[in-house]
C-alpha cells in the first residue's frame, strides 16, 4: 500500500484502528470464546513496540502484525491466543522486548508461540546449509510441538506475498520461489486449501507476470461462454437435486491461472485446448454427521443418472479421507457439450475443513479419535524426518518434498490392515514403515500373491506381505530405491551402527588433511570433495576415506604433484568469495554483482557476461532469472526449470532478477513434432524451415509407428518468439497435429553450447 506515503500521521492512526476494528468484527462473528481484552493489550503492545517504524512500502509497520493475524482468524480459523501470538510475532526480532517480557504479559502459551515464531525468523545459522533450509527446518520442530506455529506462519508468508510488489525484483524472485517451492506444497498438505492456491497465484504472478496476465485476461474474457456452459450442465442436476429435498449450494469453481498454466505446461496445449476450466460443487447442509456418506452417494447416483461417468476418475475421499483430514467424494461425467466435467460433492463440515484445513479440523475432532490420530500421524512423519542426522538442509528440504508434497498411495497388509505411504513408495519402505526390524531384514515381497524385489514400486490398492531372512543385512545401495523419510532415516540408522568406527576414521582423516593445508572445514570445502569423488552425501564420503576406498592424494594430485598449504588455500580458494561451482552459504556473493539491481544479459560473438547452466538452456524472450555461482558468475536459468525452484527457495540473496539486452548469435532450441505420417512429409518440414523461413537445423530424429509419426527437431534462433511462428507455420503442414517447444536432451544442450557458446 505505497499510497500509504502520503497519509497525515492522523490518517495513519484511523487507519491502523480500523484495520483492528476489523479484525475484532471478524473475531467476534467466529465461534471462538470471546476473549477481547486480551486481544486488545496485545495490540496495544505491538502497536508501541513497532511505534515509528515502517515496511518497504512506506506504511506503519504495526499493520502487518494485523494483517497476518486477520489471515489467521479469518481465513485459517484460530482463536484468541493465535491472533495475539500473530500481533506479537515480530516484536521479539524487531524491537528490544523479550520472550520473558512477552511471558510475563500474556502468559507462557503466547510467549511459546512467539518464541517458536522468532526462532525461524532470518539469521544465519552457520555455514553447514542454507539458511532458508534451515530456517524451514527450525519451523518444523516447532510446528511439531504447536502446529499453530506453522499456520500463523502461513498467515504471514501470505500476507508478505499480497504485498510483494514493494519489493526488488530479485527479491521478489527470492520469495516467489520460496513460497511456491515449501510454503504452497505446505499449505495443501494442511489442507489449507484456499491459501494454498493463493499462494501459487501470486508466486505465478510475479515470475511470469506477462503470462499470468494473458491467462486473467483469457478466463476473463470466456467468462461468459463458460457461465453458459455450466448453466446447461448445472440445470439438469439442481432440479434432481431440489426434488429430492436437500438444503444445498451448488456452484462453479474456475481453476486458478497457475493450475490452468500447469496444465497447459504439461500437456503442451494452448489455453483454448484446457476445457476442464471449471469445476462443480454441491455443498449441503447436514445436521448429523452419521448421515454425510449416504446423502454424498444419493448424489453421485442422482448425477449418474444424468451424465455418463467415467470410470477411472471417481476418489471416494469420504471412506478414506486424505491425511489432511479432506473429505469429499470427487467424480467426472461427461456433460452436454461432450467434455469432462468434474463435480465435487461435500457437507458444510467437510466444505469448512476443505477450505480452512486443521484448524476447522480441530473443531470437529473432540470424541473422534479417528480423525485425531490423522494429525498425530501427519506430525509423526515430521518428526521422523528431523530425526535425520543429515546436516546438509538442502538435502533436508528435499526429502521433505518427497514425503510430504507427494502425492498418496493406499495399500493393505495381509490381515487387511491400510497403510498410507507418499506415491513411488517400494516394498521396502512398507517393511520400515511396518517395523524396523522388518526392513532390515526384507528380501522380498508378495504384491497380490505375486512375488516381487524389494525395489518394487507400490501402486494404490495393492495387498502386500512383506518376506524376511534372518541372514538379511541392511545395505547401503537400498538408499537408492527409498522414498520415505522414515525408511531412509531407519536405515541409515542401521547402518550407522556397523560403520561409525570407519566413518570416525574417515572424519579424522578429512580433518587432518584440511588441518594440515590451514583450511576451514566448511560446507563447501566438503561439497567440493564429494564432487570430484562422484560421491553423494557426506557419510559415504567418510565411509569411503575410513576404509580407504579413495584417498585425499589423489584429490590434491588432480591439479599439482605439491600438496602445501598455499595449494590447498588455491584449490578451494578461501576467502575469495569463490568456491566451487555448488552453491554453499547465501553470502558468497561477490561484490561486483549487485543482487538488487536488475542485471542486463548480454551475448555479443564469443563473449558474453552470463553462463547457461546445464540444467536448462533458455534463450531470448523467456523468463528467466539469475544466479550468483562461486565463480563470481551470474549463471542463468529458466524460472519454470526444477534447478531454480530449488536456488530461489534456498539460496535467495544469490538470486539477481536478468533482463535479455543485447544476444547477437542464435542459440539452440528444440521442438517436439507429432502426427500422421505421409510421403513428402519430411521433405516439406525441412523445405519450410531452411528455405521459407531460412531456420538453421541442428538435429533431426523422426520415429513412426505405422500412420504415426513424432521427430524431434534441433533449430538455432534468435528468440522465443522465432520459436512461437516457426511451430504456428509447422502446424500447418498437412498431417502435423501438434508442434511444441520441448527441453532439450543435457547431450544436446552440451553439444549445442560447445559450439555456440565458446
Known sequence: MSQNRHLTTEEEEQLIN??????????????????????????????????GIRRRSGEPYILHPIAVAKIASQEIG?????????????????????????????????????????????????????????????????????????????????????????MPPGKQYKIAGETLYIYAPLAHRLGLFSIKTELEDLSFKYEHPAVYNRIAEQIKASEAKRLAVYSDFSAPIKER?????????????????????????????????????????????????????????????????????????????????????????????????????????????????????????????????????????WLRTIKDILEDPNPNAVDFLDTLKLNLFSAEIVVFTPKGELVTLPQHSTVLDLAYALHSELGNHCIAGKVNHKLVPISHQLQS????????????????????????????????????????????????????????????????????????????????????????????????????PKTSPGLLKKLFRIGTGRTSSAPATEESAPAKINPKEVFE???????????????????????VM????????????????????????????????????????????VIAIDGVDRHGILQELTQLISHQLNIDIRSLHIDTDKEVFTCRLGVLVRDAATIKNLCSEIKKIKGVQRAVRTEAAPEANASSQNKNLQ
Not at 542454507?130 to 498467515?155: C, G, P, W, Y
Not at 550407522?496 to 580433518?511: S, T, V
Open 241 to 377: 437435486l431440489e426434488g429430492m429435498g436437500l438444503d444445498y449450494e451448488a456452484k462453479a469453481r474456475v481453476k486458478s491461472v497457475y493450475s490452468i498454466w500447469r496444465k497447459m505446461e504439461t500437456k503442451k496445449i494452448p489455453f483454448e485446448e484446457v476445457y476442464d476450466l471449471y469445476a462443480m460443487r454441491i455443498i449441503f447442509n447436514c445436521d448429523d454427521p452419521a448421515s454425510e456418506k449416504r446423502i454424498c452417494w444419493e448424489i453421485y447416483s442422482a448425477i449418474t443418472d444424468i451424465y455418463r461417468l467415467h470410470p477411472e476418475r471417481t476418489r471416494d475421499w469420504i471412506s478414506t479421507p486424505k491425511a489432511n483430514g479432506y473429505q469429499a467424494l470427487h467424480l467426472t461425467v461427461m456433460g452436454p457439450d461432450g467434455n469432462w466435467v468434474e463435480v465435487q460433492i461435500r457437507s458444510r463440515r467437510m466444505d469448512e475443513i476443505a477450505e480452512k484445513g486443521f484448524a476447522a479440523h480441530w473443531k470437529y475432532k473432540i470424541g473422534n479419535g479417528e480423525e485425531e490420530s490423522e494429525l498425530t500421524v
Open 626 to 669: 539469475g544466479f550468483i555461482n562461486d565463480e563470481g558468475k551470474v549463471e542463468i536459468h529458466d524460472l519454470t526449470c526444477p534447478r531454480a525452484q530449488v536456488l530461489k527457495a534456498t539460496f535467495g540473496p544469490r538470486i539477481v532478477a536478468t533482463r535479455w539486452k543485447k544476444v547477437d548469435r542464435p542459440l539452440p532450441a
Open 461 to 560: 490398492g495393492d495387498q502386500v506381505e512383506v518376506l524376511t531372512s534372518r541372514t538379511q543385512k541392511p545395505n547401503p545401495e537400498w538408499i537408492d530405491f527409498l522414498a520415505t523419510a522414515k525408511a531412509r532415516t531407519r536405515l541409515r540408522s542401521a547402518l550407522r551402527r556397523e560403520q561409525a568406527p570407519i566413518i570416525e576414521k574417515g572424519k579424522e582423516i578429512l580433518a587432518r588433511f584440511l588441518d594440515a593445508g590451514e583450511v576451514k572445514e566448511t560446507n563447501e570445502v566438503i561439497t567440493k570433495i564429494m564432487r570430484y569423488f562422484h560421491i553423494p552425501t557426506r557419510e559415504q564420503l567418510f565411509y569411503k576415506l575410513g576404509s580407504e576406498e579413495v584417498t585425499l592424494d589423489g584429490y590434491i594430485l588432480k591439479d599439482s
Open 18 to 51: 480500523a484495520e483492528f476494528a476489523d479484525l475484532l468484527r471478524g473475531y467476534l462473528a467466529s465461534p471462538h470464546r470471546k476473549k477481547v481484552e486480551i486481544i486488545e493489550r496485545a495490540f496495544n503492545f505491538a502497536r508501541m513496540a513497532h511505534k
Open 601 to 623: 544479459l548480454e551475448l555479443d560473438g564469443d563473449s558474453q557476461n552470463f553462463v547457461f547452466s546445464p540444467c536448462c538452456h533458455p534463450i531470448p524472450g523467456d523468463d
Open 78 to 166: 484460530l482463536g484468541s491466543t493465535s491472533i495475539c501470538a500473530a500481533l506479537l510475532h515480530d516484536v521479539v526480532e524487531d524491537t528490544d522486548y523479550t520472550v520473558e517480557d512477552i511471558r510475563q504479559q500474556f502468559g507462557r502459551k503466547i510467549a511459546e508461540l512467539v518464541n517458536g515464531l522468532t526462532k525461524i525468523s532470518g539469521g544465519i545459522f552457520g555455514d553447514k546449509a542454507s539458511a532458508q533450509a534451515e530456517n524451514f527446518r527450525k519451523l518444523l520442530l516447532t510446528m511439531s510441538e504447536d502446529i499453530r506455529v506453522v499456520l500463523i506462519k502461513m498467515a504471514d508468508r501470505l500476507h508478505n506475498m499480497r504485498t510483494l510488489s514493494s
